[in-house]
C-alpha cells in the first residue's frame, strides 16, 4: 500500500496519517509506538530524485470508523485495522545526489503495453 501514490494523507497544517492493514504480519510499527512516539518519515520519489525527511511522532488510533476512513484508499480491497497519526515537528528535503532515478509500474505499464502492440502490429505485418 505504501508504493501506492496517495497513502499518506493530510488531516490538518501538522497532522499525517496513513492506514496500517491487518494480514501484513508486521508489527513492528505498534511494538515500538507502545514503547516511544518519537518517529520519522522518508518520502521519496524516485522518479524526480527527491526525497523528504519528516521528524515528529506518531500514535496509532483504533476503533474510531471515522477516523480510519480518512487514510484509507476506496480502490485498495484491504481492510483498514488502524491508522497511525503523524504530528510534524521538522521536515526538511534531501540533496538527491545519491538518488538512483527509478520509474515505477504504473509509469512503465502503458508504455510496455504499446511498445508490445506495435511488435504485435509489425510481426503482423511480416508475416503478411
Not at 500514535?59 to 476506496?74: I, W, Y
Not at 538527491?96 to 504485435?120: K, S
Given at each position: 500500500?505504501?508504493?501506492?501514490?496517495?497513502?499518506?494523507?493530510?488531516?490538518?497544517?501538522?497532522?499525517?496519517?496513513?492506514?496500517?492493514?491487518g494480514?501484513?504480519?508486521?508489527h513492528?510499527?505498534?511494538?515500538?509506538?507502545?514503547?516511544?512516539?518519537?518517529?520519522?518519515?522518508?518520502?521519496?520519489?524516485?522518479?524526480?530524485?527527491?526525497?523528504?525527511?519528516?521528524?515528529?511522532t506518531?500514535?496509532?488510533v483504533?476503533?474510531?470508523?471515522?477516523?480510519?476512513?480518512?487514510p484509507?484508499?476506496?480502490?485498495?480491497?484491504?481492510?483498514?485495522?488502524?491508522?497511525?497519526?503523524?504530528?510534524?515537528?521538522?521536515?526538511?528535503?534531501?540533496?538527491?545526489?545519491?538518488l538512483?532515478?527509478?520509474?515505477g509500474?504504473?509509469?512503465v505499464?502503458p508504455?510496455?503495453?504499446?511498445?508490445?502492440?506495435?511488435?504485435?502490429?509489425?510481426?503482423?505485418?511480416?508475416?503478411?
Amino acid at each position: 500500500m505504501a508504493d501506492r501514490p496517495g497513502f499518506l494523507k493530510v488531516l490538518d497544517e501538522r497532522i499525517l496519517a496513513f492506514a496500517d492493514f491487518g494480514g501484513n504480519r508486521q508489527h513492528l510499527t505498534v511494538g515500538n509506538l507502545s514503547e516511544n512516539p518519537k518517529a520519522f518519515l522518508f518520502l521519496m520519489d524516485y522518479a524526480n530524485r527527491r526525497r523528504v525527511k519528516v521528524w515528529g511522532t506518531a500514535r496509532m488510533v483504533e476503533g474510531d470508523p471515522a477516523l480510519l476512513a480518512k487514510p484509507s484508499d476506496p480502490a485498495y480491497t484491504g481492510r483498514v485495522e488502524r491508522a497511525i497519526l503523524f504530528t510534524v515537528s521538522a521536515w526538511d528535503v534531501n540533496c538527491p545526489q545519491h538518488l538512483h532515478r527509478r520509474i515505477g509500474e504504473r509509469q512503465v505499464a502503458p508504455v510496455i503495453e504499446q511498445l508490445q502492440a506495435r511488435i504485435a502490429e509489425l510481426e503482423n505485418e511480416v508475416e503478411r
